[in-house]
């Protein structure tokens, strides 16, 4: 089993950032691709950022520019730098590791971007 806790979200105004961790414990060996996904109000789950071992990273269209999604090995840690935020990245932001066969989930932290 791996255990995902994301913390750093907040409240925060369009244009200013944020920066979201994610600490994974438990079984984490072989962990492979991780990945940010967000959930907004009424809208299905989406990939925001992914980040293979070997440092390969993907962006979905909406935050390419603006959000760099990096991990400590080391430390067994997932981060989402956010930039240049706006009303549109209101979300709540779910941390995702894969251990094939198995697929795991953190419990969401919220991002609220508002004037």
């Known amino acids: 089993q791996v255990q995902l806790v994301e913390s750093g979200g907040g409240l925060v105004q369009p244009g200013e950032s944020l920066r979201l961790s994610c600490a994974a414990s438990?079984?984490?060996?072989?962990?492979?691709?991780m990945a940010w996904y967000r959930q907004a109000p009424g809208k299905q789950r989406e990939l925001v950022a992914l980040?293979?071992?070997?440092?390969?990273?993907n962006y979905a269209d909406s935050v390419k520019g603006r959000f760099t999604i990096s991990r400590e090995q080391d430390k067994n840690t997932l981060y989402l730098q956010m930039n240049r935020l706006k009303p549109e990245d209101t979300a709540v932001y779910y941390c995702?590791?894969?251990?094939?066969?198995?697929?795991?989930w953190g419990q969401g932290t919220q991002v609220t971007v508002s004037s």
């Open positions: 980040i293979t071992t070997g440092g390969s990273t």
């Open positions: 438990g079984s984490i060996f072989r962990l492979n691709v």
């Open positions: 995702n590791a894969a251990q094939p066969p198995n697929l795991y």
